[in-house]
């Protein structure tokens, strides 16, 4: 019940920003001026799949791959304030014969900032965000049979709010340093809890057990320290877009960790209206997961829509 009760509030709150009414201006420059919305939303829907008869012989096994893409951003502008709402969504799986089916992508990002001028290209800005993942994610066997459940929505789940400095040196870069940062992790599944837990030694001396750096029967981890966060998004040529953003965080309290770094690439083409090339690739290393640099990339293309 907790995480349906965070994940409402949160959505919610962006849903504010990203369904405010639009009204119909004659000219642009005067309705940002007086602070309506500027959106950009992208839709796509990926699609791959390939069979062999019996008689095949040129190798293969069969096999389909679905992979869905949303992304929202919007923004209000209004004197010397920004509100941006940023919403991005990826989740894909595939299944070759024989092998159960898993997932190949699943990332949920959803940030809300509010940043007031300084200077012509520094601000101060105060915001939240959330990272997490739809569906369930399981280990697989060297047979590719599915076992326990590693992570699940909101297990974990990693919400962040802070305030500081934001440099925006171009419209579609911006870097921003928050000096006080809160971080919670957040595991509200106990299935994968206990899939994911190890015994650690407290500094009391006593030994717990903990997925994820949280401890058991806490379902929270609250920790305070310093966020980096550098992003872009330009659309390089009419047709192709780069869309990525760094974001570093290291604790100072309760106590002094490793930096946790998380990177997310989505490279998008388009051929023609409503097809596209997607190319995305995310990075993570936390050692409160694996003291190891994961890394995922992924390369699809099917129907886009921009609205």
Do not use: C
Not at 60 to 75: E, H, M
Not at 118 to 124: G, M, Q, V
Not at 231 to 253: M, P
């Amino acid at each position: 019940m907790k995480k349906q009760i965070l994940a409402l509030v949160f959505f919610s709150l962006m849903a504010v920003g990203a369904s405010a009414q639009e009204i119909v201006m004659n000219n642009l420059e005067d309705s940002l001026r007086v602070g309506w919305w500027d959106r950009n939303t992208q839709v796509a829907v990926n699609f791959s799949q390939a069979s062999f008869n019996n008689n095949w012989q040129g190798g293969g096994v069969n096999n389909f791959a679905i992979g869905l893409l949303f992304n929202n951003l919007a923004v209000k502008h209004k004197g010397k304030g920004v509100w941006t709402n940023d919403i991005q969504f990826q989740y894909g799986f595939l299944k070759n014969k024989g092998i159960d089916l898993r997932k190949s992508v699943d990332r949920l990002f959803a940030e809300s900032k509010y940043a007031s001028s300084i200077s012509p290209k520094l601000n101060w800005f105060a915001g939240v965000n959330l990272l997490s993942q739809l569906g369930g994610g399981y280990e697989f066997d060297e047979n590719g049979v599915r076992g326990n459940m590693i992570s699940n929505f909101f297990a974990p789940a990693f919400l962040s709010e802070g305030i500081g400095l934001e440099w925006v040196p171009k419209p579609y870069f911006t870097v921003q340093l928050g000096g006080a940062t809160v971080r919670q992790t957040l595991v509200f599944n106990d299935e994968v809890f206990e899939n994911k837990a190890i015994e650690v030694e407290a500094k009391n001396g006593e030994i717990i057990r903990r997925a994820y750096g949280v401890d058991e029967g806490k379902n929270i981890l609250n920790e305070l320290g310093v966020q980096a966060v550098a992003s872009f998004d330009k659309n390089l040529t009419e047709n192709f877009n780069l869309k990525w953003r760094y974001q570093a965080f290291v604790a100072y309290a309760p106590e002094t960790k490793p930096i946790d770094h998380n990177i997310n690439l989505i490279a998008t083409s388009k051929i023609g209206k409503y097809f596209n090339v997607n190319f995305s690739l995310i990075g993570i290393y936390d050692e409160d997961q694996v003291k190891k640099f994961q890394l995922s990339q992924g390369l699809s293309a099917g129907f886009s829509l921009a609205l």
